[in-house]
């Protein structure tokens, strides 16, 4: 029983890790190429955001564990991010439902 925990475990924290370098990866193609900095600067902006995240987890242990407990900081930033992607997920369908009226209504116009 220990060994399997042991591989969900490992296969987690490998997933964790291949999303976090992918993330990566294609933050500096995207600075790169649409918002066009140069490499230097590409690099610089996503090693301080790499930086930034594994010092904020760092910082959110400490504060789960010293002041708010497991179980409410997982509603909390459970919340937070729900908030966040619903908020994305409604901008998205917002934008590609202007795209879908505003095109129809060239092409039938």
């Known amino acids: 029983m220990n060994l399997n925990l042991c591989g969900v475990a490992a296969v987690a924290e490998l997933n964790e890790r291949l999303t976090t370098l992918g993330i990566a990866v294609n933050l500096v193609t995207y600075l790169t190429g649409t918002m066009h900095l140069g490499n230097a600067e590409s690099a610089n902006v996503v090693t301080n955001f790499m930086g930034t995240s594994f010092m904020l987890c ?20 459970t919340a937070i991010q729900a908030s966040v992607s ?10 590609l439902f202007s795209l879908f009226f505003l095109s129809s209504a060239w092409i039938i116009g």
Do not use: C, K, Q, W
């Open 58 to 77: 760092l910082l959110g242990g400490f504060v789960a564990d010293s002041f708010l407990g497991r179980y409410l900081t997982i509603a909390i930033f």
């Open 86 to 95: 619903n908020s994305i997920l409604i901008t998205f369908f917002h934008i």
